[in-house]
């Protein structure tokens, strides 16, 4: 089943302790993202990655680090999370089609900081 | 950035077709039209892209004008599980999907 996992689900952490959410997408897709969503705002792009070793910053990439050593996983890494990157986390993986693209969505990773 | 506006919230009856409208006015000719849903705080799902041409899958049909400057969702039969989060989304690239604020539609009995 083609698919995107993230972990952990929920995580509750302290201001300044390192933290790393995985994602993996088992459909060889070259391209993936990773966004954030807080009330009001809707979802927002933080990084993507077009390839291996290829990244680039979306728009709020302030506080975050990705890396994409291997095409199948695109971890992002919050060196030393503050409360204001408590938010829903979605990482996804893009499909490249006639016509556009299409992108898959993991399920979401919700991080409180406290 | 490319921008669309679509309204804060609709009601739909369930068994009606929901019609979900959507302005894209600074669209660009190379540009599609994405539509995705959001479940509660589930991921996103895909539902349908075009270019200038309607178009119709197992999901939704997707209207868009002459001009490409708006466009229709359109949700034939809608039920209760299609109670969401529409978004329209412009882009050019694979690289960047920039999300809205969407459309909250709920569907009642």
């Known amino acids: 089943e083609a698919q995107v996992t993230q972990n952990p689900r929920y995580l509750i952490t302290v201001t300044g302790k390192k933290l790393t959410v995985t994602c993996s997408q088992n459909?060889?897709?070259?391209?993936m993202s990773w966004y954030r969503q807080d009330p009001g705002l809707g979802l927002r792009q933080i990084y993507y990655s077009m390839n291996v070793e290829v990244t680039d910053k979306g728009d709020v990439p302030e506080g975050y680090k990705v890396s994409r050593k291997e095409k199948r996983n695109f971890p992002l890494i919050l060196e030393s999370p503050s409360p204001n990157q408590t938010s829903l986390y979605f990482c996804a993986s893009i499909a490249k089609g006639q016509g556009g693209y299409e992108q898959y969505f993991g399920p979401g990773t919700r991080l409180t900081v406290t | 950035d490319a921008k669309t506006t679509q309204p804060t919230s609709m009601d739909c009856a369930e068994g009606r077709a929901a019609n979900l409208p959507c302005n894209h006015s600074t669209i660009s000719g190379n540009e599609y039209v994405y539509w995705y849903r959001q479940i509660h705080s589930q991921g996103p799902q895909y539902i349908i892209h075009?270019?200038?041409n309607n178009e119709t899958n197992e999901m939704a049909s997707l209207i868009i004008t002459e001009d490409r400057k708006s466009s229709t969702l359109i949700l034939p039969h809608a039920t209760l599980r299609d109670t969401a989060v529409y978004y329209c989304i412009e882009r050019g690239t694979a690289s960047k999907l920039t999300f809205g604020t969407g459309t909250r539609l709920q569907v009642t009995l």
């Open positions: 075009g270019l200038k």
């Open positions: 459909m060889n897709h070259e391209y």
